[in-house]
């Protein structure tokens, strides 16, 4: 039985360029999709990592993504009430209630949310990010300062949306850093 291995043994090595015989064999393997992926040196993110976990965690904003957004405009406008001259549709709802159930309010609210929507979908695609908040950043209403007073009421909306369990310290500063960015490249569309 002895002689039987080697000689299967035997059969399968390949001989080397240099007569000596090998047992290593060269396999094909596929390219995997899990590689490990770069980020794009315009992007505030030090590892794919960060984009991976802002992707996840907008996947449970995205099941609320109504109420979320409607949300965020609610606190934004009860912190900065001043703001509700920029948007002339929506500037003379003013109890919480109407804001709710009100579609151009709505409308509105989803129209800021899908800037950073786009965004979270082009992170691999950054000139398609960068487009995204030139064009649909002021169409949304986005100013310089709404943009810069809006941050606060954002991320507190983010953090009750997802709780305290998903909301980590590690989500929170990469949601910063993704708003970070949005805020930049906006004021930079906006300078030029």
Do not use: C
């Not at 099941?63 to 957004?69: I, Y």
């Not at 003379?92 to 709505?106: K, L, P, V, Y």
């Not at 943009?147 to 590690?170: C, H, N, V, W, Y």
């Amino acid at each position: 039985m002895g002689g039987l291995k080697s000689k299967v043994k035997r059969s399968r090595s390949k001989e080397r360029k240099d007569g000596k015989k090998s047992n290593k064999r060269n396999v094909d393997l596929p390219v995997s999709s899990s590689a490990k992926k770069t980020v794009d040196p315009r992007l505030p993110f030090s590892n794919y990592r960060q984009i991976f976990n802002i992707r996840n965690q907008w996947k449970a904003i995205l099941r609320k993504w109504e109420d979320t957004a409607k949300e965020n405009l609610i606190r934004f406008f009860q912190t900065f009430p001043n703001h509700r001259e920029a948007f002339p549709k929506i500037k003379g709802i003013t109890a919480e209630e109407e804001m709710r159930s009100n579609q151009d309010f709505e409308d509105t609210a989803l129209d800021i949310f899908s800037v950073f929507d786009k965004v979270i979908e082009y992170l691999e695609d950054v000139d398609s990010a960068i487009q995204t908040i030139a064009s649909s950043g002021p169409s949304a209403g986005l100013t310089e300062q709404i943009i810069q007073d809006m941050r606060g009421p954002f991320m507190e909306t983010l953090k009750t949306t997802l709780g305290s369990d998903r909301f980590t310290e590690a989500t929170e500063e990469n949601f910063k850093l993704l708003y970070d960015f949005v805020q930049s490249e906006l004021l930079k569309s906006l300078h030029s």
